[in-house]
């Protein structure tokens, strides 16, 4: 059974950074693309960020050049460095295999004051 746990998120102010981290269990981890989503109030959720297994990295163009998304294998975890955080990244941020396949952990809110 996969098992996705995320933390590190918070309160911060426009402008400050966050690092959200993801344990996966139950998966292949390594040769997985991972990915981290992100869904706001009143929004569909959106793919944030993914790397594969070799550390080839991809970013959605509201979040290029501000987040920086990272793994280690051999902790079977998942990170993202969010910095110049803008209130518009207020939401809950999940982490998930790219495509996404299972099933959705608890996530972890994100709220940016402005």
């Known amino acids: 059974q996969v098992q996705l746990v995320e933390s590190g998120g918070g309160l911060v102010q426009a402008g400050g950074s966050l690092r959200l981290s993801c344990a996966a269990s139950?998966?292949?981890?390594?040769?997985?693309?991972m990915a981290w989503y992100r869904q706001a109030p009143g929004k569909q959720r959106e793919l944030v960020a993914r790397i594969t297994s070799g550390g080839s990295t991809n970013y959605a163009d509201s979040v290029k050049g501000r987040f920086a998304i990272s793994r280690n294998n051999a902790k079977n975890t998942v990170y993202l460095q969010m910095n110049s955080l803008k209130p518009e990244d207020t939401a809950v941020y999940y982490c998930n295999t790219y495509p996404q396949f299972a099933s959705w952990g608890q996530g972890t809110q994100v709220t940016v004051s402005s």
């Open positions: 139950g998966i292949v981890f390594s040769i997985n693309i």
